[in-house]
């Protein structure tokens, strides 16, 4: 069962803007430090951001000052705002999140199935 859906990818244009979000199942009951990473064509995916359940947040060094992370801890929803796209931003996207999940045990990991960014030039 997928936990955690992302959605908001797309075609956009260098220098134009998108917005994904991240919304977890209602069979996570809790969810603590959050983040996105992608992996770009012929590449390993890799981290983008993160941000923790008391916001504090972290970004690699490609995406500084042009992407934004933000969590809504009632509707338990991630969101990155990206903007200033350029073609190296070209990737599928996946949210994680560390979860509780109804049932569970342990803390684990998930991830979602991706959402495809796609910045032409």
């Known amino acids: 069962q997928v936990q955690l859906v992302e959605s908001g990818g797309g075609l956009v244009q260098a220098g134009e803007s998108l917005r994904l979000s991240c919304t977890p199942s209602s069979n996570i009951l809790v969810i603590t430090d959050m983040g996105w990473h992608r992996q770009r064509p012929g590449k390993q995916r890799e981290l983008v951001a993160t941000?923790?359940?008391?916001?504090?947040?972290n970004y690699a060094d490609s995406v500084k000052g042009r992407f934004t992370i933000t969590r809504d801890n009632v509707k338990r929803t991630m969101n990155l705002q990206m903007n200033s796209l350029n073609t190296e931003d070209t990737a599928v996207y996946y949210c994680k999140g560390r979860a509780l999940i109804r049932g569970g045990t342990r803390w684990l990991d998930y991830w979602g199935q991706g959402t495809q960014v796609t910045v032409s030039s």
């Open positions: 941000i923790a359940i008391n916001g504090s947040t």
